[in-house]
């Protein structure tokens, strides 16, 4: 697509309830990024894919937070068993392979009830 | 720990006012990006910059990486309504493809 979709874009879930966040990157993007932001603030690496290496998973803040890229495409970070500090704008950038700059999707907003 | 500061936090202007946001660190990185953000939507890449004392500039935006690669400054001229946002500012380190985010600079410029 012309750029990085998100979906949904807004989730409101009960404490201890899964969710499950869809990301859709620039076609040909060889990079993958999951960031968190929290209100007004600045953005938290969580998860990197690139190509078929093995994903950097080192900014994941829980187990409960899981992450999978299908077929080099369309990504899904998967929360378990939420808590209320999960609240956060959750944003999705893909990359060319030899690019340096992201581009974003809209993020997906999860409030945690 | 906080390996991007950003200065100041907030700023609120008059249109037409000239400013200068601020990016620090005491680690070298080997690219410098800065974004913008409006509400509700995701960050916009404005420039990179990877070569130190480097100077870009977009329009009225002039983007600078300092000699040591750990600093970078954003210099607004003559501000307007529409560069009103949170101005991030995101560091490459080494080979490594994710970027650091400093927490923002949410400027507002009022007419």
């Known amino acids: 697509g012309a750029g990085v979709s998100q979906s949904p874009s807004n989730k409101v879930t009960e404490k201890g309830k899964d969710v499950e966040l869809r990301c859709d990157p620039i076609s040909g993007h060889t990079a993958l990024y999951w960031y968190r932001q929290s209100l007004g603030q600045g953005l938290e690496f969580l998860i990197y894919?690139?190509?078929?290496?093995?994903?950097?998973k080192s900014g994941l803040p829980s187990d409960r937070f899981s992450a999978e890229r299908t077929g080099g495409s369309v990504s899904t970070l998967t929360i378990q068993r939420t808590q209320q500090e999960d609240s956060a704008v959750y944003l999705c950038?893909?990359?060319?392979?030899?690019?340096?700059?992201?581009?974003f999707g809209s993020g997906t907003r999860l409030t945690v009830v | 720990t906080q390996l991007l500061e950003q200065s100041p936090q907030f700023l609120s202007i008059q249109e037409g006012e000239n400013l200068t946001v601020y990016c620090n660190s005491s680690?070298?990185?080997?690219?410098l990006q800065w974004y913008r953000q409006e509400p509700g939507e995701g960050p916009v890449l404005l420039v990179t910059v990877v070569t130190g004392g480097e100077v870009k500039k977009l329009k009225r935006l002039t983007f600078q990486f300092g000699d040591a690669r750990k600093d970078s400054s954003l210099h607004i001229t003559a501000a307007q309504p529409g560069d009103t946002g949170l101005y991030l500012c995101a560091a490459g380190r080494g080979s490594a493809r994710q970027l650091t985010f400093g927490s923002g600079t949410q400027l507002t410029v009022l007419p």
């Open positions: 950038a893909s990359s060319p392979d030899r690019g340096l700059g992201y581009t």
């Open positions: 680690s070298v990185f080997s690219s």
């Open positions: 894919f690139q190509g078929n290496s093995a994903p950097d």
